[in-house]
C-alpha cells in the first residue's frame, strides 16, 4: 500500500483536531487509536509520544514513525524507552487478524467497499466525496479482481505500508 499522502493526513488531522485549535491532543489522538482497535491509556499514549499535543509536522512524524517498521524487524517502541511493547508488532499474523476484523463487519472472510466505508464513517474520515475512494482503494488491493480484499490481499496491503 501507498503511504498515505500529505493530503489524506491532512484531512485526517483536521477530523481529529475537533476543537480547532490547530492541535491535536493525547485525547483526540487516542479517540481514532481505540476505533482501530489499539489500545493505550493516556500516560502510555503520552510516553510514545513524548508531548501533551501534536501540531501538523509532529503528527507527520508520528504517523511516519508508526507507519515504518524498524530495520531490524523488531516492533515499534516508544522513542528511547528501549521497550520491547511496541505501537505495531509488523508480521505478527495475531494483530494483521485482529486489524482485518475491524474492517470485516459481517464476519465473511473479505472486506467490501461497504464495509471500508462504514469503518471510516465510524472514524468520521468518510464524507460523500470520499465514496469514490473506497472503489478506489479496494480495486488497488483486489489482486484477485473479486471485487473484495481477503485476508491475504489484506496482510500483503499492511506489510507494504509498514516496510
Request: aromatic share 10%.
Amino acid at each position: 500500500m501507498s503511504p498515505l499522502s500529505n493530503n489524506d493526513l491532512q484531512r485526517i488531522f483536521e477530523k481529529l483536531d475537533k476543537n480547532g485549535d490547530g492541535l491535536v491532543s493525547l485525547e483526540e489522538l487516542n479517540w481514532v487509536l481505540v476505533r482501530i482497535g489499539v489500545q493505550f491509556s493516556l500516560e502510555e499514549l503520552g510516553s510514545f509520544v513524548g508531548k501533551p499535543c501534536l501540531d501538523f509536522n509532529e503528527f507527520l512524524f508520528f504517523y511516519d514513525s508508526i507507519s515504518n517498521q524498524n530495520d531490524d524487524g523488531k516492533n515499534m517502541e516508544p522513542a528511547g524507552s528501549g521497550e520491547e511493547d511496541g505501537l505495531i508488532q509488523a508480521g505478527e499474523d495475531s494483530d494483521l487478524v485482529k486489524a482485518f476484523k475491524v474492517f470485516d463487519l459481517n464476519g465473511d472472510g473479505f472486506i467490501s467497499c461497504e464495509e471500508l466505508q462504514s469503518v471510516l464513517v465510524r472514524l468520521g474520515l468518510w464524507d460523500e466525496s470520499s465514496g469514490k475512494d473506497c472503489r478506489s482503494m479496494i480495486c488497488f488491493y483486489d489482486t484477485n479482481l473479486d471485487g473484495v480484499v481477503d485476508f491475504e490481499e489484506f496482510k500483503n496491503m499492511m506489510l507494504q505500508t509498514i516496510s
